[in-house]
Each structure stands twice: as structure tokens, then as C-alpha cells.
């Protein structure tokens, strides 16, 4: 069974502080991982993706997100947040070798930027 | 921008009755799903779809059933309402990244639907 874990319901730091949001997944093959982020009555939108290659993506607004096959992990990162990042974040991960086209997604973070 | 639309933004409706969300997608985009967010459990996956004429079971399609009748619009029926089924509903679109089953979902504003 593919698993996406996010561990931190909420994390809340100061305006211009870093940040780190963690997502851990559980199964082996040859996988997709993207991050989304939701604003207070909002949809879903795209942040970044990783499918291959270097294992540090870019997203928009300077988030990245770094991939370790070591650690399952795909962690989300920002080196200085804005009041504007507030918003719950989901990771989500797709099994591609599965032949299935769902997204599975964790339970999201709630971030929220003091000022 | 890809744009998904979703209507109505709001539905309350009594137990029993019958429900239909609409979504419809203009960047012609393959797949659409339908989701239901509620606190505690993130994203449920109900149905899917590949394209015009087709659906496919997600993760929890019991009390749901889904049309494609093209490739702009998918809709979420739900026959007999019930409390249960309280939510936001949320609807995305999405197309293959590079024909490797990657790609990326583009989600419509939600309907917050209340069944009393």
C-alpha cells in the first residue's frame, strides 16, 4: 500500500524565519512526488515536482524541495517566509511503475507565519 | 493558466434528495478527478475519469456516481443524499508530464455542500 505521511499538523514560525515542512512516503519503485498548496478557501495549486534527475527542484515563490531515496523523504523547505505563505501544504506521490494515475496525498501542514 | 470551474460554490440539501456538482475544465486536459476534503482525513479520491465516456472507481466511491459525457465536464452525482456526504467537494484536471504518468493536477475553487 502506498503511504504518504506528513508529520507536522501545524508549524508556525516568524515572518523571514526558515522553514521546513516534512513528507515521508513508503513503497520503492520509480515514483512522482509534488508538493501543492491550499489558502483558506482555496483549491489546491501546483508548488513543484520531482520525477528524475537532481534531487533538489525549484518551485514558485522559493520553495524547494529536496528528494532522498535514502530517507523517503521529500521534504518542502523556504529559506525566509512571508506572511503570504500561510496555507495548508500537501505532499503527494504517485507510484508511476504502477500503471495507476492516482495521486495519493498526505494529510497536509498547516503553516502559519506570524508576523 | 489552466482553469477548472466548479458549480455551485455552495449546496445545501436534505437527506434523500439528489445532488449533481458540476466541473468543467478548459484546458483540455485528459484526465478529471473528484475529491472530498473534511477535516483529519486530507484528500479522498472518489471517482476519476480518462477521458469523455469514461469512470473509474477512486478510494471511496460507495454513495457517489460520476458522468463524463465530454471532455470538458465531469459530475459528481449523488442520488440519495446523506449527512455524511457533509464536505467540500473538489474537482481537478490534469495531463501526462511527459507521458510518464506524471502529471500535474489543477483544482477547481470547491462546492461546500451541507446535507441536513
Known amino acids: 500500500t502506498q503511504t504518504v505521511s506528513q508529520s507536522d499538523a501545524h508549524v508556525t514560525v516568524f515572518e523571514g524565519d526558515s522553514v521546513e515542512l516534512r513528507c515521508n512516503y513508503s513503497?520503492?519503485?520509480?515514483?512522482?512526488l509534488s508538493w501543492y498548496i491550499q489558502h483558506h478557501g482555496h483549491g489546491l495549486q501546483f508548488l513543484l515536482k520531482?520525477?528524475?534527475?537532481?534531487?533538489v527542484v525549484q518551485g514558485v515563490n522559493g520553495f524547494e524541495a529536496e528528494f532522498s531515496k535514502s530517507d523517503s523523504s521529500f521534504h518542502l523547505r523556504k529559506a525566509s517566509v512571508h506572511w503570504s505563505d500561510s496555507a495548508v501544504y500537501f505532499c503527494a506521490v504517485r507510484e508511476v511503475s504502477s500503471g495507476s494515475w492516482q495521486l495519493i496525498f498526505g494529510s497536509g501542514t498547516q503553516l502559519t507565519v506570524m508576523p | 493558466e489552466a482553469a477548472v470551474t466548479q458549480s455551485p460554490r455552495n449546496k445545501v440539501a436534505v437527506t434523500g434528495g439528489k445532488v449533481t456538482l458540476s466541473c468543467n475544465q478548459t484546458?483540455?486536459?485528459?484526465?478529471m478527478y473528484w475529491y472530498r476534503q473534511d477535516t483529519g482525513h486530507g484528500l479522498r479520491l472518489i471517482h476519476y475519469?480518462?477521458?469523455?465516456?469514461?469512470?473509474e472507481k477512486g478510494d471511496i466511491p460507495d454513495g457517489y456516481k460520476a458522468s463524463r459525457p465530454s471532455q470538458e465536464n465531469f459530475s459528481l452525482i449523488l442520488e440519495l443524499a446523506t449527512p455524511s456526504q457533509t464536505s467540500v467537494y473538489f474537482c481537478?484536471?490534469?495531463?501526462?508530464?511527459?507521458?510518464?504518468?506524471?502529471?500535474?493536477?489543477?483544482f477547481g475553487s470547491g462546492t461546500r455542500l451541507t446535507v441536513l
Open positions: 481537478a484536471s490534469g495531463g501526462d508530464w511527459g507521458g510518464r504518468g506524471a502529471e500535474t493536477l489543477y
Open positions: 520531482y520525477y528524475s534527475g537532481n534531487p
Open positions: 513503497y520503492g519503485g520509480s515514483i512522482y
Open positions: 484546458n483540455n486536459h485528459n484526465n
Open positions: 475519469s480518462y477521458g469523455a465516456g469514461s469512470t
